[in-house]
């Protein structure tokens, strides 16, 4: 293998890398149906939940000690923040190269939600 190629396959990593970072990132910030639940609300579900295990049958135990656990991360996952600011930044730097070597059009990149004006930053047009 060249060391061209190897650049090649290398820089191809990369950029998938913060491709799949900045998605994710889209993904995981972006908002939910319904009513939006605050540390205060998950706190307040907590604390029920001690109250209902104490006279709970075996079988309603096991999901309420599930419940615990899942709300227990839902409230430390609000907890870290992502930093969608830089990884928009480093989207932008990759994003046109990536879309081209990959054969990826606008449409394609506005249905998993990339904004318009982030692709048009990063010099993606509908043409493309």
């Known amino acids: 293998m060249s060391d061209e190629h190897k ?11 913060v491709v799949r970072d900045y998605l994710e990132g889209l993904r995981a910030t972006k908002p939910k149906r319904g009513r ?9 579900r907590l604390e029920k939940l001690e109250a209902e295990l104490a006279s709970a ?14 709300l227990g991360a839902e409230l430390s996952a609000m907890s870290e923040t ?4 830089a990884l928009e930044e480093a989207f932008v730097g990759v994003a046109k190269s990536y879309s081209e070597s990959k054969k990826i059009s606008y ?9 318009a004006s982030v692709l048009k930053s990063a010099g993606i047009s509908r043409g493309d």
């Open 57 to 70: 049958s075996p079988l309603d135990e096991l999901l309420l000690i599930q419940e615990r656990r899942d």
């Open 7 to 17: 650049a090649a396959l290398a820089k191809g990593r990369a950029e998938g890398r």
């Open 82 to 85: 992502i930093d969608m600011s």
């Open 107 to 115: 449409q394609s990149w506005r249905d998993v939600g990339v904004d």
């Open 36 to 44: 939006k639940r605050t540390p205060d609300t998950i706190n307040a």
